[in-house]
């Protein structure tokens, strides 16, 4: 009985703008008041009963992927997720345009989690900066998007090295990559250089190719792209 | 409480025997009483092995429930799931003996260390996913508390395999198959192939199969260290010795049909030391060949193929080491950060290894040309005259090249089949194999491990269903042939 009322806590939003022909919506007079005594209710039994947990679970792991992601679907603006984790009714209208554009930066979206973007057969832009749990395996799944991916970010994942790089010359449509600041890449200025001849029609935002080199005594210049100098 | 004990046990035996004996002064059998009165003490205080005359820490266990002889990755990870599917914790004690501690001449790391699942026997396919999925998420897997997570190193470069006109037909039939089972694998034709990779002569190729998920090259020492440090975690004891001799005994049996059949079951394992006459035995129950290159000397000494030829006491372990060498070279003008591991019709492979245009790569050669297994020396003219030749006439950019270094290893190679044994021996009853890869036991690995303890444990192979590896098909005359061998 606690199941159906765990899904309420989520749709509570939208249904209580329509009609509440539902017995557990008979509380739906108070929203604030109803969802605070709903939460420890079900806090309660969670604590007690492992169904009610894994579902619960399951619901929190759900709303990871949505949260703050921001969609931008064609010809429309950004469209982001409200502190409920759902969006609004509108998304029920553009279920047949497709997705243009995905941020996920910072979610911390995982190898199955991929699954959902990878789905999205007409995106042209993915953002995946910063997310934890971006690795080389997940980078040799983005093939999936060869055909229409033309702007790419991975910048600041931690994760991800110059081998999962190398992956992504399936996406000969790329225009844009960013790969700057990758913790895990041993040589970003060389992998800058292998990555631009690997993907020849596509603009390489990272290293630049001169960062590994030392300056030399005699140049002063605080820039450190400026001329190179080798050491 | 000792001396009570002691006298608890002793003295219904002192009554039963009656004074004549006492003092009929029979001979004084000092060793046999010594070691009666320690057998006694070890059965007072059960696991402990109790030797208060000298040091025994070098030497393993006097007792162990699974002894696994051989430490490389398959053994480790024949004892990683038997302490994972353990029904309670800490219920199976395993001990893994290896011989050299160094792994100098160990096939796991002087391995090219390539995982693909472009096999043709649905069975390797499904081994090599599941391996797959290991690798992935060995940090979930191999997790040890304090220590940090291992970095695998993974390259999700894929494997590129180039068939020719005749053996264009069977690529298509085996693609077809590894898709089925879940490889994501697709075709390329020469054409497109041009049009990938630019780098590679297309002459002669008809065909070409391109693995796109789950598939590259990997650091195998890692995984190596990885299983060790979490077994050790799981109390799986460690110990370096020579297995020199299994103490077995036999019982004869009459099968249904009233053949008279010898049924051998090893009782104990005489571990050596290094450098020494000193040896101990384990008494063990179950015994695991995992010896790699040199099982086929661990199965005769448990008495596997004793026997006259054509019966299955007359069937050997058809495992024997045979010499790869692999070759590293630099060349400038070489392959990009895209390339895969290329494997040519001819037989000849490569593969990147690094950022800075170094290859990795060699030839299998062909039965007339294998070279003397007896040590791991590097024979370079091999290259010259067999592996050069054909990698040029593949990648036109490797006809300057220079080679840096190179090392040579061994396979477990079957030469009934090239493909694995596992399970346990029809007639001795309680040695179960792991071994026998031939070249592609490393990737596999992880599946195997599970397989071979589900067998151990449930008596039945429960996930992926290995009964075509098992001994009896080297009796059956029932080839479980892998054409994709590299």
């Not at chain 2, 596997?304 to 692999?326: I, N, S």
């Not at chain 2, 297994?373 to 490797?398: H, I, M, S, T």
Request: glycine share 10%; charged share 20%.
């Amino acid at each position: 009985m606690a199941a159906p009322r765990a899904s309420l806590r989520l749709v509570a939003p939208v249904w209580n703008r329509g009609t509440s022909g539902i017995r557990g919506l008979s509380k739906a007079v108070d929203p604030e008041g109803s969802q605070r005594k709903g939460r420890t209710l079900l806090q309660f039994l969670t604590d007690r009963f492992y169904d009610v947990e894994a579902v619960r679970e399951y619901l929190l792991q759900k709303q990871v992927l949505k949260v703050q992601k921001k969609n931008r679907f064609r010809d429309r603006e950004w469209m982001r997720a409200n502190e409920q984790g759902l969006s609004s009714l509108e998304f029920r209208k553009l279920q047949e345009v497709p997705v243009e554009a995905v941020d996920a930066s910072g979610c911390a979206i995982n190898y199955q989690g991929l699954d959902n973007l990878l789905a999205l057969k007409e995106l042209q832009s993915l953002s995946l900066r910063r997310c934890p749990h971006m690795d080389d395996w997940c980078l040799g799944r983005l093939y999936h998007l060869a055909d229409s991916l033309q702007e790419l970010s991975l910048a600041s994942c931690p994760r991800i090295s110059e081998r999962g790089l190398a992956c992504l010359h399936h996406l000969q449509n790329l225009r844009r990559l960013d790969i700057s600041d990758l913790p895990a890449v041993s040589n970003p200025g060389l992998t800058q250089i292998l990555v631009e001849e690997m993907l020849p029609h596509c603009e390489v935002l990272g290293a630049d190719w001169a960062q590994g080199l030392k300056v030399g005594p005699e140049e002063q210049s605080p820039d450190a792209a400026g001329s190179p100098i080798p050491a | 409480m000792l001396r009570r004990a002691l006298r608890l046990r002793l003295g219904p035996c002192l009554s039963g025997r009656g004074l004549g004996t006492y003092r009929g002064g029979s001979t004084l059998d000092w060793d046999g009483k010594v070691s009666k009165i320690k057998k006694k003490f070890q059965s007072i205080f059960p696991g402990g092995a109790w030797s208060p005359l000298y040091d025994t820490s070098h030497l393993p266990p006097e007792r162990s429930d699974v002894v696994i002889v051989g430490g490389g990755v398959l053994g480790l990870s024949v004892a990683y799931w038997l302490k994972r599917l353990e029904k309670q914790q800490g219920a199976i004690q395993v001990l893994v003996v290896e011989r050299d501690h160094t792994y100098a001449r160990a096939s796991t790391v002087l391995s090219v260390g390539g995982i693909r699942q472009q096999f043709s026997l649905p069975e390797n396919v499904q081994l090599s996913l599941f391996s797959a999925e290991f690798l992935r998420n060995i940090n979930e897997y191999l997790a040890v508390v304090d220590d940090p997570p291992l970095d695998l190193q993974f390259n999700p470069s894929g494997y590129l395999l180039l068939a020719s006109e005749e053996g264009a037909a069977i690529m298509e039939r085996n693609v077809k198959m590894q898709r089925q089972e879940g490889a994501k694998v697709c075709l390329m034709s020469p054409e497109q192939l041009q049009k990938k990779f630019p780098w590679i002569n297309t002459e002669g190729v008809a065909l070409a199969s391109y693995g796109l998920e789950n598939e590259g090259w990997f650091d195998p020492w890692c995984l190596l260290q990885g299983l060790r440090r979490k077994l050790q975690s799981m109390g799986v004891l460690f110990c370096q010795g020579e297995v020199t001799r299994f103490i077995s005994s036999s019982s004869h049996m009459e099968t249904a049909s009233g053949e008279q059949v010898t049924l051998k079951r090893i009782h104990e394992v005489h571990v050596k030391m290094d450098h020494s006459q000193e040896f101990q035995p384990v008494e063990c129950a179950i015994v695991v060949n995992a010896a790699g290159a040199w099982s086929g000397q661990i199965a005769e000494l448990a008495g596997v193929g004793t026997g006259p030829p054509g019966t299955m006491q007359g069937t050997k372990l058809p495992v024997e080491p045979r010499k790869r060498y692999v070759y590293l070279w630099h060349c400038p003008q070489g392959p990009g950060l895209e390339a895969p591991l290329v494997a040519d019709p001819s037989g000849a492979y490569f593969r990147r290894e690094g950022l800075g245009n170094s290859y990795l790569g060699s030839c299998s050669p062909t039965e007339e040309e294998e070279p003397d297994p007896g040590n791991l020396e590097v024979d370079y003219d091999f290259f010259q005259e067999k592996v050069w030749p054909r990698l040029a006439q593949r990648v036109p950019a490797f006809e300057t090249l220079k080679v840096r270094s190179a090392w040579a290893g061994y396979y477990d190679y079957n030469t009934f089949d090239q493909n694995g044994v596992v399970g346990p021996h029809p007639l001795v009853i309680n040695m179960y194999f792991a071994t026998g890869f031939s070249g592609h036991g490393l990737q596999q690995a992880p599946a195997v491990g599970r397989a071979v303890a589900e067998m151990m444990l449930e008596g039945h192979f429960q996930t992926i269903n290995l009964s075509p590896f098992l001994f009896g098909r080297f009796y059956f005359g029932e080839k479980a042939q892998e054409h994709c061998i590299l």
